[in-house]
């Protein structure tokens, strides 16, 4: 499937090139580009492997939030746990391929965003919430002990924490697991996946491009045209076409995405047109 997708995502989308020249030339929608998300100047497809580890990651946080599930306890019959219950020992099956030893495969970064960042530096880290709370201080409060004093970078930190911790109230209730990558605290695979593709500063006119009324042939052209991806002339030429370079409207320049969509005398009278209709 995922081969099927490289294809799908590396062909080019100008059916009137023969499919032979679209595969050797055609690579033009980049994979990074396409699986983008339209915020970020793609097409929001995801990639296959990031999203089976984001659906994977789901079982890493179902073992810790749904406790008395019966798929849960024969996991921790078999594995056994550790900890406090949230988590299973390694599976460290000898022969074939366990279903469980490869969903904990994605543990390491589903946990990332499950604990606190400042569980490094406590003494006592498998503490319960009783251990740390001290009755003695009037209506109670919190006993925290790291084992050493914070750097000027970690003093954010420790105010978020206890500014997050101010608003708890403890209860005689057993403790639970909140997911830190979403906004309700409860994991989800679209949140999972953001989370795991590559960040990006770009900045992408999506709302431009991508409107509800707008054909989606006019928009993909419209987003094709943004990178510059359009099928024009000189571009055919680089990828070893030999054909004169001509633009077919005026007769006069050479046909470029720039020329054709803009300094083209005959686009700038149909420009004028439609921006006159609008009253610009």
Request: with cysteine.
């Amino acid at each position: 499937m995922h081969s099927q997708f490289q294809n799908v995502v590396s062909v080019g989308t100008d059916t009137n090139i023969p499919l032979e020249s679209r595969q050797d030339h055609s690579s033009k929608a980049r994979k990074e580009v396409v699986c983008a998300q339209k915020e970020k100047g793609g097409l929001g497809i995801r990639k296959l492997a990031l999203l089976n580890k984001a659906l994977l990651g789901k079982w890493i946080w179902r073992f810790a939030h749904e406790k008395d599930n019966l798929w849960r306890k024969v996991i921790l019959v078999k594995y056994g746990q550790e900890g406090f219950g949230w988590r299973t020992n390694e599976a460290n099956e000898t022969f074939g391929v366990g279903v469980w030893k490869e969903i904990l495969k994605e543990a390491n970064w589903c946990w990332d965003n499950i604990e606190f960042k400042l569980f490094a530096l406590a003494v006592h880290r498998n503490a319960t919430v009783n251990e740390v709370w001290d009755s003695n201080f009037g209506q109670g409060g919190w006993n925290l002990r790291f084992y050493r004093g914070f750097n000027d970078w970690e003093l954010d930190l420790i105010g978020d924490l206890l500014s997050m911790l101010r608003d708890y109230k403890i209860s005689p209730n057993e403790d639970s697991v909140f997911w830190k990558g979403g906004g309700n605290g409860i994991f989800g695979v679209k949140e999972a996946y953001n989370l795991l593709i590559a960040p990006s500063d770009l900045v992408f006119p999506k709302k431009c491009i991508w409107v509800d009324k707008v054909p989606t042939k006019v928009a993909f052209f419209a987003w094709e045209a943004t990178w510059g991806k359009i099928f024009t002339l000189d571009r055919l030429q680089k990828w070893g076409w030999q054909l004169p370079n001509c633009c077919f409207l005026c007769g006069s320049d050479e046909e470029t995405v720039n020329h054709i969509l803009l300094h083209c005398t005959v686009v700038r009278v149909l420009w004028e047109i439609v921006l006159a209709l609008f009253g610009v």
